[in-house]
């Protein structure tokens, strides 16, 4: 097999073909040089361990999302956050647990928080405010899309029958005739709502502190 010439590029780019074909928690370094079809050493030549790689992964993912347009208007950028970011996680589905469970400081996410801070604090709110409601998206949309891959943090796949399906729901007709079960996998009504509700007490904020 032809060596392949070695830089972080490359790497990022067969850990992430690695992560696809196995999941996150069968990622190695051995298994990534043997990949990449060198000795281990020669990797520490390129990154200095696997948290440096992982850096390097998060930094991939988040140069890949699309540039977030200049908007007017904070509400319009936070959905604009919420949906770029799910679509750049929901690309790579077996790189999820990695964000949701590692701090993503890097260059590019650095980057967009500095662009929605600035936003945000433009529009009324205080610093801090800012910070948090970046932060609560962020959280918001993790959590969202580990429930639309299916995946646990630091467990193998388990895409399982929901276990609603395994219920029998007449006892509660509430949940019957709310459809339940339809409603937990229509996944793109849920995000809609989720970051509407949001959007929505937010500018109940900004509306009372203008009334004051």
């Known amino acids: 097999m032809k060596k392949l010439s070695l ?8 850990a992430i073909e690695l992560i696809e074909a196995d999941g996150l928690e069968n990622l190695s370094m051995r298994k990534l040089a043997e990949k990449l079809n060198v000795k281990g050493a020669s990797l520490y030549n390129h990154i200095t361990n696997k948290s440096d790689l992982y850096d390097l992964i998060q930094e991939f993912l988040y ?16 959905i604009q956050l919420a949906e770029t970011t799910r679509q750049g996680l929901l690309s790579i589905p077996n790189i999820v647990p990695l964000f949701a469970t590692r701090p993503t400081i890097t260059e590019s996410s650095l980057k967009q928080m500095e662009q929605t801070l600035n936003i945000l604090i433009q529009s009324g709110f205080e610093h801090f405010e800012a910070f948090i409601i970046f932060r609560n998206i962020n959280i918001f949309v993790l959590g ?3 429930a639309e891959v299916g995946r646990t943090p630091g467990e193998p796949d388990n895409q399982n029958e929901p276990s ?3 219920i029998n729901i007449d006892p509660y ?13 229509d996944f793109d009504k849920g995000f809609q709502l989720g970051i509407e509700s949001m959007i929505k007490g937010l500018e109940q904020i900004i509306k009372k502190r203008k009334n004051r």
Do not use: F, N
């Open 7 to 14: 830089d972080r590029k490359k790497i990022c780019e067969k």
């Open 63 to 78: 140069s890949q999302m699309k540039p977030l347009k200049a908007s007017a208007h904070w509400q319009e950028h936070l």
């Open 144 to 146: 969202h899309v580990l």
């Open 164 to 166: 609603i399906t395994k």
């Open 173 to 185: 007709p509430t949940l019957k005739k709310a459809g339940a079960y339809k409603a937990a996998l």
